[in-house]
């Protein structure tokens, strides 16, 4: 045996422990974190200090006359108090009271509903069909529909109601005219606005006229995003039958057509 295998093995050398931290984080550590969150704070908040300008403007040209509203509809307010400025007298509820008490108020409100949905409806679907055409139309064919649509949504409320006041004229109305020459001329003094259904359609022609343009434009901006991929028929999945998956000749098929008699 050699000296190295005889020779005696001591102790294991301690080894030192690791340094355990303080919990003391130094300060530069310390200030890092709050540094951060205070540049994240300043972050998220400029949006609302860019907008802040553009709120004010709408409280100050929105807030005051709403509120001026809501206090004079609990005054007793009359044109001497509205021109000379002297205060009104409080009333509380009773001119609530009184509309809402009114057959006619109940009565003017469901006509409004049903204008309200007939123009919705009338503007949304000819507007959609309208959009839908445009995809078909060629360029400058979709270009020069596009110009006359905005000229059309561009026009004054008033202009646009002068014209079709003229075109509705009981005298020298235009709808009279060709009416007249299809059915006769009896209707060439017939007034719309004395019959309240024929007045809220010649109000309805004008909402819808006016509405239109700006359905059609959205809409067709909105198709034009959609994926092309997705517009296209959806097509088979199924595997084309291979030569080695059709039967041949001289070998039946292992799969039978239920159709098929039975072997024997």
């Known amino acids: 045996m050699s000296a190295a295998d005889t020779k005696a093995v001591g102790p294991p050398v301690p080894v030192p422990p690791d340094p355990q931290p303080t919990g003391k984080p130094s300060s530069a550590d310390g200030d890092a974190p709050r540094v951060q969150k205070r540049k994240r704070k300043k972050g998220e908040l400029l949006p609302y200090f860019l907008i802040l300008p553009a709120i004010v403007a709408i409280a100050a040209v929105y807030l005051y006359p709403l509120g001026k509203t809501v206090i004079m509809s609990f005054q007793d307010m009359g044109r001497r108090e509205l021109w000379s400025g002297e205060p009104a007298p409080w009333v509380g509820f009773q001119q609530f009271t009184n509309i ?55 026009m004054p409320l008033m202009v646009a109601a002068s014209i079709f006041r003229f075109m509705a004229d009981s005298d020298y109305g235009l709808i009279n005219t060709l009416i007249a020459k299809v059915v006769g001329e009896d209707w060439l003094g017939h007034n719309w606005y004395l019959n309240p259904i024929q007045g809220f359609g010649i109000i309805t022609l004008l909402v819808v006229w006016g509405a239109i343009p700006f359905v059609v434009v959205t809409l067709y901006a909105a198709l034009t995003q959609v994926p092309r991929n997705w517009r296209r028929p959806p097509r088979s999945t199924a595997p084309a039958p291979t030569a080695s998956t059709s039967s041949s000749p001289g070998r039946s098929s292992s799969r039978s057509s239920p159709w098929s008699p039975p072997s024997r």
């Not at 409100?109 to 055409?133: D, K, N, Q, S």
């Open 100 to 154: 809402l008490g009114d057959p006619e108020f109940w009565w003017v409100t469901f006509r409004t509903i049903v204008f309200m949905a007939i123009c919705v409806t009338l503007t949304m679907g000819i507007g959609l069909l309208v959009a839908l055409l445009m995809r078909k139309l060629s360029t400058w064919v979709r270009l020069v529909l596009t110009v006359a649509l905005i000229a059309a949504w561009s």
